[in-house]
T-cell receptor
Framework: GESVGLHLPTLSVQEGDNSIINCAYS??????FIWYKQESGKGPQFIID?????DKRQGQRVTVLLNKTVKHLSLQIAATQPGDSAVYFC?????????????FGSGTRLSIRP | DADVTQTPRNRITKTGKRIMLECSQT?????MYWYRQDPGLGLRLIYY???????NKGEISDGYSVSRQAQAKFSLSLESAIPNQTALYFC??????????????FGEGSRLTVL
């Protein structure tokens, strides 16, 4: 399943399928991008990051893709599991200020169908 | 035990009251932050501190103040709470290398309701 930007805040995916969460970022000068996961009742947790000199980065079951031409970021989760249910935030910033200048998107809620 | 601890976790108060939210961390990080989360608006930075004597305004500092009492402690105050300050507040930390990355470590949040 896919979501588009910040205008579709909920994504429902069948367990075992791949999830794709999309994000349109705002500042063409941003050079560092991050995905955070927020589970219910908890604070956000860092998932993966990518710098603007890359267009793809892989982690464990997650892949982030960056398209600077259209200011688009996506998070792909392979073989979605119930534990992936959460709100996912994309964020952008300018290095070297980094964490002090992070701008967060409004988030996409990922729900998993059994 | 959590590395970043916020107290209280939930608070209901009335308009005009003074409220303090406290944050303590055991990660040994120099940098601490206060964020506010509203439904549909993501997280917005209120204040941040890079060291005990350093305080910086974030995106939405009006109506808030902070105190960095020690490396491990960073408190957020609402001098005279108003209903539109009803929100979920998060404290976060990062180490020096966090200036060159976006990895923040968040507490579990303090839910504040102003009636």
């Amino acid at each position: 399943g896919e979501s588009v930007g910040l205008h579709l805040p909920t994504l429902s995916v069948q367990e075992g399928d791949n999830s794709i969460i999309n994000c349109a970022y705002s500042n063409s000068a941003s050079d560092y991008f991050i995905w955070y996961k927020q589970e219910s009742g908890k604070g956000p947790q860092f998932i993966i990051d990518i710098r603007s000199n890359m267009d793809k980065r892989q982690g464990q079951r997650v892949t982030v893709l960056l398209n600077k031409t259209v200011k688009h970021l996506s998070l792909q989760i392979a073989a979605t599991q119930p534990g992936d249910s959460a709100v996912y935030f994309c964020a952008e910033t300018l290095l070297p200020r980094g964490a002090s200048k992070i701008i967060f998107g409004s988030g996409t809620r990922l729900s998993i169908r059994p | 035990d959590a590395d970043v601890t916020q107290t209280p976790r939930n608070r209901i108060t009335k308009t005009g009251k003074r409220i303090m939210l406290e944050c303590s961390q055991t990660k040994g990080h120099d940098r601490m932050y206060w964020y506010r989360q509203d439904p549909g608006l993501g997280l917005r930075l209120i204040y941040y501190s890079f060291d005990v004597k350093d305080i910086n305004k974030g995106e939405i500092s009006d109506g808030y103040s902070v105190s960095r009492q020690a490396q491990a402690k960073f408190s957020l105050s609402l001098e005279s709470a108003i209903p539109n300050q009803t929100a979920l507040y998060f404290c976060a930390t990062s180490d020096y290398t966090g200036g060159n990355t976006g990895e923040l470590f968040f507490g579990e949040g303090s839910r504040l309701t102003v009636l």
